[in-house]
C-alpha cells in the first residue's frame, strides 16, 4: 500500500516536474512578452497543481496536507490573476504584440 | 529518492527564469521571470521539507505565495500609476497626453484614460 502511493505520488511529482520544466523553457525561448505569459500561466497552474497534488497523495489526510492545499488553491487562482494582470499593463503601456513572424529576430534564439 | 529530484527540477526552472529575468527587453519580462522565480521557489521551499522529512516547511510556502501576489501587483501598480500611494485608482498619463494638454490648457481628460480598473 506504502509502494502504491509512492508510486502514485511520484507520477504526480514527475508530471508537475515536466509542465515546471517546459514552462520555464517556454519563458525562456517564445519570442514575445505576451506568449511568455501563456508559458509563465502553464507552469503556475499545472506544474503547482500536479506537485502539490503528489505531495498530498503521499503525505495523506492531515492537517500539513490540508496547509499544502491552502497553498494549491491560493497559486491556482492568484497565477493567472498576476499573469493576466501583466499582461494587461503591457498593452497599456504600449507593448506591440508580435503578430507576424519576423523571422525570430528578437529574442527568439 | 523523487524528492530530492523534484528540487534539482525547481533550480533548473529557476536558473532558466533567471536567464529570462537578466535578458528580457521590457521590465515586464522581468516582471514575468520574477514571477516564475517565485513559484519555483514556492514548490522548493515545500519539496524541500519533504526531502528533509520535515514536512512543517509548508508555512513558509503560503507566506511566500502570498508575498509573490502582493509584491507582482506592487510592481503592476508602481508602473501602471506611477506610484504605491492612494492614486485615486487613475493611470498614469501618456506623455502624448501631457504634450497635449500642455498645448491646449485643459487637464480633465488626462486621468480618465484607464480609470476605475487598476
Known amino acids: 500500500m506504502t509502494m502504491l502511493v509512492e508510486i502514485v505520488s511520484g507520477l504526480f511529482i514527475l508530471l508537475g516536474v515536466i509542465a515546471l520544466i517546459t514552462g520555464s523553457l517556454g519563458l525562456v525561448k517564445l519570442p514575445d512578452l505576451f506568449s511568455r505569459t501563456h508559458a509563465v500561466g502553464m507552469m503556475d497552474t499545472a506544474g503547482v497543481g500536479f506537485i502539490i497534488l503528489g505531495l498530498i497523495v503521499y503525505e ?21 490573476i498576476a499573469t ?11 507593448v506591440k504584440p508580435q503578430l507576424d513572424d519576423d523571422g525570430g529576430k528578437d529574442g527568439g534564439s | 529518492m523523487i524528492f530530492a529530484a523534484g528540487l534539482a527540477a525547481c533550480g533548473v526552472a529557476l ?30 521551499i515545500a519539496l524541500h521539507g519533504y526531502a528533509l522529512g520535515r514536512p512543517e ?7 511566500y505565495a502570498v508575498i509573490n501576489f ?25 506623455l502624448d497626453d501631457i504634450a497635449a494638454d500642455g498645448q491646449a490648457g485643459n487637464s480633465g481628460k488626462a486621468g480618465t484614460k484607464g480609470g476605475g480598473r487598476s
Do not use: E
Not at chain 2, 502582493?70 to 501618456?94: E, Y
Open chain 1, 60 to 80: 495523506g489526510f492531515t492537517l500539513v496536507s490540508v496547509k499544502l492545499a491552502l497553498v494549491g488553491i491560493f497559486l491556482f487562482f492568484t497565477s493567472p
Open chain 2, 15 to 44: 536558473i532558466l527564469a533567471l536567464v529570462r529575468a537578466m535578458r528580457g527587453p521590457t521590465p515586464f519580462d522581468r516582471l514575468l521571470a520574477v514571477n516564475a522565480i517565485g513559484t519555483t521557489v514556492i514548490l522548493g
Open chain 2, 70 to 94: 502582493i509584491g507582482t501587483f506592487a510592481v503592476l501598480k508602481l508602473f501602471n500609476t506611477g506610484g504605491l500611494g492612494d492614486t485615486g485608482g487613475r493611470a498614469k498619463p501618456d
Open chain 2, 57 to 63: 516547511f509548508v508555512d513558509i510556502s503560503i507566506l
Open chain 1, 84 to 94: 493576466h494582470a501583466v499582461a494587461q499593463v503591457a498593452l497599456r503601456s504600449g
